[in-house]
């Protein structure tokens, strides 16, 4: 089993920046790779960015650029910077960890970008 938790969301006017941060504890050494989703309003949930065990990080094509994906050294706490935030990044933004038989899933926390 993994816990995951999330801060630091909020809200902030477009152009600014945000910094999510997850922190992923119990059976940590099973985790292949973390990464962020997030959902707005009426919409699927969809992929931000992910990261692997290896280091391997995958970005979507919307916020290419724009966000970083980074870890600690432990690999128990993944980083989501966000910066030139726009309107349309304004989300549930979730946090991910994957093992070899499931996922996980943090509880949320909001971004709101405000035009």
């Known amino acids: 089993q993994v816990q995951l938790v999330e801060s630091g969301g909020g809200l902030v006017q477009a152009g600014g920046s945000l910094r999510l941060s997850c922190s992923a504890s119990?059976?940590?050494?099973?985790?292949?790779?973390m990464g962020w989703y997030r959902q707005a309003p009426g919409e699927q949930r969809e992929l931000v960015a992910t990261i692997t065990r290896g280091g391997s990080t995958n970005y979507a094509d919307s916020v290419k650029g724009r966000f970083t994906i980074s870890r600690t050294n432990a690999k128990n706490t993944v980083y989501l910077q966000m910066n030139s935030l726009k309107p349309e990044d304004t989300a549930v933004y979730y946090c991910?960890?994957?093992?070899?038989?499931?996922?996980?899933w943090g509880q949320g926390t909001q971004v709101t970008v405000s035009s």
């Open positions: 991910n960890a994957g093992t070899w038989d499931a996922h996980y």
């Open positions: 119990g059976s940590i050494f099973t985790i292949n790779a």
